[in-house]
Each structure stands twice: as C-alpha cells, then as structure tokens.
C-alpha cells in the first residue's frame, strides 16, 4: 500500500467487510484489497476501461443523503442508509467513493455471472485440448468458478476463421475470441500500431487486421498475454509445450538498459517460452518481442560450452591457471562488458585492480523506441559505474587500446563477450596479442583466443543488473548450464584467487557481502534482500555523464 | 538327562498295512477322478485366460473409424500419469494434411511400460477417447529399450476403436456448410 500514511486511504464495504482503499481505484481493484475476486475480461489494469465484456457486474450502494439539504439519511440503528443501485452496475467502470458498498457474492451477482458465462461459451468451440491457452485462461477459469457447469445450447455453433496468421509471431483462432478488445487497445494506447479492430456484427463479429497490414510490430507478443482466451497465440510457442509442465523463474531482460522484469518458463532445464512479470516501476506489463527471443541463445549454435587452451579442449582449472598465468605479464588490459553482472563487474574489476589493468568498455548505442527498448544496449551499463569498474560512459571505439596494443605497452587482453573486431581492433593486433575470452556466444575474437572461458548465459545464473533508473534488479537462475561449466562469478573469483594467491568470494553472497562493506550505493544490502520487485539506488554521483537514453516508458532523461 | 521319557511300544503291521494296496487304491481313485473329472487349470500359455470387459492391459492408442489418429497430444494423460510413464512431443498438424482441421497432434508418443502401473488414470482422462488401456497384459523383452511404446508401436497395439461422437467430423462438416452470415 502507499508510504503516505492512512490517511489518503478510503474506506469502503466489500460484501460489508470494511476495507481502507487508495482513492481513484476501481470496484475490481478494491475487491482484491479485501481478497475478494471480481471475474473480469475487458478490463486491464494497464489499459483504458471500455466496460465491454460485463463479467464484472456486481452491486453497488452508497450512503444515502438528502438530496436538498445534503444531511445523511440514517437507519433507524444510527448507521447510515445505503442507496443501492437497482440493477447490476459493472465493477471495472465504477471508481470507488467513500463508505461505497459493493456486493460481490449475491445471488443477483451470481445470476449475472452464469448469464455473461452461458453467453460467452454460446459460440465457443470445445478446443481446450488443443487449445495454448488451456491451463491460464480465464474462460476455463471463470467458467469453473462462476458459471453453471452444464450447456442448455444445442443449435449449432458459429463457424469463424482459424489458424489465421496476423504477423510473423501472432497466430489468431476468431472462434476462441471473446471481443474483448484488449488487444486492440493495446495497440492503440500502448504500441500505437492501431492495426486490429472487428468486423461484422453480433455473433458474427470477428477479430481482424486493416486489410493491407500486419500485426508486426515489435510489441506484438503483448496481445497474447493480455489475451484472455487462446484466440491470440504466440506463433513461436504454439504447440510446444503445456503451460502447467512450466516451472516460472523471475528474470531480467538484456536486451537494453530498461531492465525489463521477466518471467522464464522451463521444463526439465529447457526453456519454452519468456513472458514479461509485472513491475509498475519499469516495464508495467508488456515487454518486446525481441526480447523473448533470447532463450534461444542458450542453445544456439554459437554457444560455447567447452574450456579451451590454444583451441584444444582442457579443464577449467587449467584453463583459468593457463589464464592467469598470461594475465600476469604485467601488460595486460580488460575489455569489460555491460552484460556482465554487477557481481561479474565487480570480480573484475578486482582483477584489474590486482594486475593495475586499464578497463575499457565499448558502448553499444543504437535508436531506442521510446517505450522498453532504450538506447543503451547493455544491461548493465550503471553497474559498471557503481562498481567503479568504469567511471565513464563506455567508448565508441577501441582505439586507445589498439594503439597501446601497437606500442607493445599491452599485450594481454581479458575480453568479456565483445567482439573486439567490431571495436576497431584488426585481426593482427588480435593475433600478436594473448587474448582470454569470457563469454557464452562465439565470434571472431573468441576464435582468435588463447585462452577460452566459457560463460553461462543470464538463464543460468544467479545474479543483479542495475538499469536505467538505477534500480537494482536481480535474475535467477532458470535451467541448469551446459555440464562441465561454472559461473562466471566462480570463475572470476577462481581466476582472481589464482592471481593473488588470496582467499576469494566465488559465490553470490559472498560477493555480496564484499559490495555491501566497500560501496555506500550498496550498503545493507545481500543478494536474498534484493526485492523482486528491485530496489532503488542512489545514482546521484553520476547524473552529469551523458547517458544515451531519451525518454521511454519509466523513463525522463535528467539532462534534457 | 532331565524329564522324564516314555517309550512307547509300536505295533506290528497288518498284512493289508504292509502291501500298501488300500492306500494306493485310495490315491488312484483320487487322480483318475480328477483326470476325467472338469479341468480346473488352464494350459497357460497356449491358453489364454478370457479378458473381461474393462480390463486394464497395456495402455495403446487408437485411430476412429476413419482411421484418423484420435490424441491431438494435449499432454493431459502424461501431466496425471502417476508414476510419469507418458512422454509426448507435441506437433502441429500441417495445414496441407486431410486433418489440418485438428490442428495439433503428437509427434511422437512414448509410454514407458517399465514404469506404467497399469492404473487407467490416462485413459480416463482422455478428452478425445484416444487412450484405452486394452486386453495386452504380458510384455517381455530382453532390453530396457524394448519396454518404450512409441507412438507406431501405440497405433500398431492400439488399433481402430469404434467413435459415437466423431466430434472432429463434425467439426470439420461444421466448417465446410458454415452458419448462415448475415
Ligand atoms: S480459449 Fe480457453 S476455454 Fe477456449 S478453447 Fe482455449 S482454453 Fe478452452
Ligand atoms: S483476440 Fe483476445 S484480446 Fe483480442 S478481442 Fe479477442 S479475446 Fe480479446
Ligand atoms: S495406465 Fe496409469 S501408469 Fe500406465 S500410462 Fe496410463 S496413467 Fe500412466
Ligand atoms: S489425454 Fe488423450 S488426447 Fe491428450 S495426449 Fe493423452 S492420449 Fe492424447
Ligand atoms: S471487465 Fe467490466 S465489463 Fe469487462
């Protein structure tokens, strides 16, 4: 509930149960606050109300007074009179008043519920066994809660368009849809890409594209969450898996510095899909298309996944021996990354320290979308800055380092996944050079490395990222790594132990507990206390560097 | 030695006692009226035992009349299996294909009979009539591998069982004839 104290709260009556309230919510919103369910469809909490579907109907009174003289009415117990609407009034349209008494359990309630159910299933064919949908959707959900439990209907059923495609990832089925509209709210308020709408009319109205248009936007993936029937189904998760086999791990994005909460669905150590996890601070509930993408990695044919010294297979302890042993030359450089981990990020920066290694990162800049793809590529990017593994704004290209690489003052390179051939590095400078790749996708300098540590992807680990808003947001791990691998963070510490000789923290909390004592931006804080929902850290020290991102979805730039 | 020990004095045989003649009369009256009598056991196994209705053998899949596979693979069976002896891929049915209609259909189907417990749960749970569990009730082999059912092995054991509803027919006549628009 709001920090602002109780004051601001209203008090109203769910089922004459008193519940304190925060204003300007809606009947549905309130009835959860005394724990109470509203069945709702075309209601979204993210987008407009439109009041279409009628599943929320529900009685509602409100303390009666004089209509002249404004005084309230009262019982004659003393308590005030309640003016209860004569008819069922919808709950996601009614924002809540003071003393507002609802009824969500009466038998009128539950008349209106069996009557919108019997409706809703009229025309619906009997396909949840071949249905996605089935085991999360809210027809199947409501029916069982609120509806009759039998069919009186025995004409025969609409026939309506199926398996239609409506872009490159959004499979329609017009028969499982409910005209809820949801979906093409979302792309008129959320995605402004207004290509849904119906047509037709009555029963008959169907769910379609402009003709001449796609669903294709970036955001499309977010009309089959929102959804609530099997009708709009993700053309990439189709018939792969059923939801109830899933195991959900909270995650975080990589794909940009917005950091967007995610949930990853698993089964057995396979991931089969990745869903956005509400955070009304960053992503509310929708994220990008491109981003659900990323699983994919894991098993992708660049993967490494097999420790290698001079391109022959070895052990990890004698890879990160061999590492350390080339660190140690005394001219060796780091070329970190924004995808690394702030714990990542911090073991490495140990090891700089150690070795007094300059730290070069690269920025990965390109056009944001204004919504939850900004223009910092990296996740992490502010991590690196409150670790101090960097303390300015990454470079666009390497070439102070190629040009220390050329007067032989560096000689040796610990590469963090990047691709120092992107990076105006040229392929003789990688070659006379000791190149050590940590990293978990193949490229031309992860070919060209001596050394080879291959790393596990953020489906794998444990671990934080601090976006853009500096807020500090952890991942889990969701599958098991490839076999013979580590954590990067182990990894580090092992190689950093190797370099000093020094007891080293290999795991998350003793990571953790090593930033928590050195850096006042994390003071107080472990790994296990990191809220899901993440936690706000004070960027103050950093707000006169040049940050790439304009304004998104959470958003507002501090120097414009 | 402690207690105290009687000895008892044993009798002689009698001639009838000593030719064992009576008693051996008396064992054969015994067998021959077994022999000629009703037969109580069953020469197993040239000699199956009668199955009776609902019996719970091997679990199989089955095609409807029109010989079209009746699981669309909706994993319900594999998610109650007790002790997880189902395994299923998924697939979706090309829309080429005489049932592009139904849409979705396994891949590949494997039961386990290692595992399987014989207990009909998946056959019970079946939306589609596709799992029966029928009148097999000895499997034998000589690897673990041979225990797996897969999905041919299913159809093959399975065969074509008769379909009241042939829902997806009608689904698809639904389809073809439409309801009246506009
Ligand atoms: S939308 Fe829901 S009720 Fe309709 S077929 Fe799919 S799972 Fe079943
Ligand atoms: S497709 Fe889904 S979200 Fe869109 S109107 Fe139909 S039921 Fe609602
Ligand atoms: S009979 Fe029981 S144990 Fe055997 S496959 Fe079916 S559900 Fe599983
Ligand atoms: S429950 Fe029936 S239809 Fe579903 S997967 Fe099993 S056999 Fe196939
Ligand atoms: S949720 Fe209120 S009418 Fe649909």
Redesign the interface.
């Known amino acids: 509930m709001s920090d602002n104290g109780d004051q601001e709260l209203v008090e109203i009556f769910v089922d004459d149960q008193s519940v304190k309230v925060p204003p300007g919510i809606n009947a549905i919103e309130a009835a959860k606050f005394a724990g109470k369910e509203i069945p709702h469809y075309c209601y979204h909490p993210k987008l407009s109300v439109v009041g279409n579907c009628r599943m929320c109907l529900m009685e509602m009174g409100t303390p009666m007074r004089d209509r002249e003289t404004g005084t309230p009415i009262m019982e004659e117990d003393g308590s005030q009179k309640i003016g209860w609407i004569p008819k069922p009034v919808i709950g996601c349209s009614t924002t809540i008043s003071p003393g507002m008494h609802i009824k969500t359990e009466s038998n009128l309630v539950k008349d209106c519920q069996e009557g919108v159910m019997e409706f809703l299933l009229v025309n619906h064919p009997l396909d949840c066994p071949i249905c996605d949908q089935a085991g999360e959707c809210s027809l199947q959900e409501f029916a069982m809660d609120y509806g009759r439990g039998y069919s009186r209907y025995t004409e025969r059923k609409n026939v309506k368009p199926k398996r239609t495609r409506l872009g490159p990832r959004v499979t329609l089925d017009d028969e499982r849809c409910i005209l809820c509209s949801r979906c093409i709210r979302f792309g008129q308020e959320i995605a402004e890409e207004d290509v849904l709408g119906f047509i037709d009319r009555g029963s008959f109205s169907t769910l379609a594209c402009h003709p001449n248009h796609e669903l294709d936007h970036n955001y499309s993936l977010n009309t089959v969450d929102i959804c609530p029937v099997g009708a709009l189904t993700s053309t990439d998760f189709r018939f792969k898996m059923r939801v109830w086999f899933l195991k959900e791990t909270p995650s975080i994005c990589t794909e940009s510095s917005v950091g967007t909460n995610t949930l990853v669905w698993s089964r057995e150590g396979k991931i089969h899909r990745i869903t956005p996890r509400r955070n009304d601070a960053v992503n509310d509930t929708w994220m990008t298309d491109s981003g659900r993408e990323y699983y994919k990695r894991v098993e992708a044919e660049s993967r490494l996944n097999q420790f290698q010294i001079n391109g022959n297979t070895a052990d990890a302890g004698a890879a990160i021996q061999e590492a350390a042993r080339l660190l140690d030359s005394g001219r060796s450089a780091i070329v970190a990354s924004g995808q690394q981990s702030v714990e990542e990020q911090y073991l490495t920066k140990m090891i700089a320290d150690h070795l007094n290694a300059p730290v070069y990162m690269a920025r990965h800049w390109e056009k944001g979308d204004g919504l939850l793809l900004s223009e910092d590529r990296m996740p992490n990017t502010r991590g690196a800055l409150l670790t101090q593994l960097t303390t300015k704004l990454p470079q666009e290209t390497l070439s102070e380092l190629g040009e220390k690489m050329n007067s032989g003052e560096i000689d040796t390179l610990l590469v963090a996944g990047e691709n120092l051939i992107d990076l105006g590095i040229s392929n003789e400078q990688i070659n006379k050079a000791n190149v050590l790749f940590l990293g978990t996708q193949s490229n031309s300098t992860s070919e060209e490395a001596n050394v080879l540590l291959p790393g596990l992807t953020v489906f794998e680990k444990n671990g934080s990222f601090v976006n853009l808003n500096f807020i500090l947001q952890k991942f889990q791990q969701a599958v098991p790594g490839p076999a013979g691998l580590i954590p990067d963070i182990m990894l580090l510490g092992k190689l950093l132990h190797r370099l000093t000789g020094n007891e080293t923290p290999t795991n998350i909390n003793s990571v953790w507990e090593e930033l928590s004592s050195k850096y006042p931006e994390f003071t107080g804080i472990s790994f296990a206390n990191i809220p899901t929902e993440g936690q706000e850290l004070d960027g103050a020290n950093y707000t006169q560097l040049d940050f790439p991102e304009t304004k998104s979805l959470k958003f507002n730039p501090v120097n414009s | 030695m402690p207690g105290k020990t009687k000895v008892l004095e044993r009798k002689p045989l009698s001639i009838a006692e000593r030719t064992y003649l009576p008693q051996i009369v008396t064992g054969l009256k015994t067998t021959l009226s077994n022999l000629f009598g009703k037969t109580v056991t069953r020469e197993y196994p040239e000699q199956p035992p009668p199955i009776p209705d609902g019996y719970r053998g091997v679990p199989t899949l089955v095609k409807d009349p029109n010989g079209r596979e009746k699981c669309?693979?909706?994993?319900?069976c594999?998610?109650v299996c007790p002790p997880k002896a189902i395994r299923i891929t998924?697939?979706?049915i090309e829309?080429e294909s005489e049932d592009?209609?139904?849409?979705?259909g396994p891949e590949e189907f494997e039961i386990n009979m290692l595992r399987c417990i014989y207990c009909g749960l998946c056959q019970e749970v079946c939306?589609?009539e596709a799992i029966w569990l029928q009148n097999i009730y000895s499997v034998s082999g000589y690897t673990r591998e041979e225990f797996i059912n897969n999905k041919q092995t299913l159809y093959e054991l399975g065969g074509t069982l008769p379909d009241e509803h042939l829902?997806w027919d009608k689904?698809k006549s639904?389809?073809d004839e439409?309801?009246p628009?506009?």
Not at chain 2, 72 to 76: E, G, T, Y
């Open positions: 669309v693979s909706c994993q319900l594999e998610f998924p697939g979706l829309e592009a209609h139904v849409e979705k939306p589609e829902k689904k639904a389809e439409g309801n628009h506009h």
